[in-house]
């Protein structure tokens, strides 16, 4: 989960090097880049590319597609570390889809913890004067697009293989940020060529490792871990980018992640 969140990491800090690049072309890197990964693991292991649950898995890729454009859309507006922080509110999201669409019941708890996580976004937007709240909307929504992911395959279970949802989910995206960055192409010069194309290096051992650990250990071992991809985003930040982190900004950081990190191990 460590090489996952550090892969993720590296990703983010990528999205944040490249401002100059439309967010539209981001995506399609990041997802061609990504299918050969993916096509060679479905041929090499002779696993059917097209599955079952064809509607969940096009929906899947949808609101997939959708809640990456708008990450990679706010990054360009917010202090990287930060949009991956309220980025993370998904869970929050998730649980309230859950209970709406698949009659979960979250526990009042929970919903403290939740609370608290959303008190954090508040004292990010109305104590920290650094954000920007065209970024705050687009992170928001990806995070709520995020959180239906999850609820998404929730419902596809273990009927698909991973690698299968997640081919699903890059080829969409592919055809969609070609689509959508024919009207806002740039062409990259030098070193850009090699971080798009490290878009996906860094996007598919992200996914691969996160899902072997959740494989090799019980889900209230790793699933904190996975927070600590705001830390190391924060340091990249920090260091790559000359951010500047306010008091408040690490209170309302620090709130969301302990928050999710205390529901994911009381999940359990």
Known sequence: MLISTFAFACMN?????????DSFQIVFFRSISSLFFTFGFLIKNKIPIIGSNNKLLILRGVVGVTSMTLFFMSVKYLSVGTAVSLRYTAPVF???????????????????????????????????TQLNSYGLLLVLLAAITSGFVYVIINKIGKSEHPVVVVNYFMVIATVFGGVMSIFNWVNPEGIEWVLLSALGLFGYF???YMTKAFQIASTNQVAPIKYVEVIFTVLFGIFLFGEIYTLWSILGISMIIIALVLNALYKK
Do not use: H, N, S
């Open 206 to 208: 992200g996914q691969v």
């Open 94 to 128: 998730a649980a309230i889809f859950a209970v709406l669409l698949l009659r979960e019941r979250i526990k009042p708890i929970q919903w403290l913890l939740f609370l608290i996580a959303l008190a954090g976004v508040f004292i990010l937007k109305g104590l920290d």
């Open 13 to 21: 800090a990528i999205v944040k090097f490249l401002t100059d690049i």
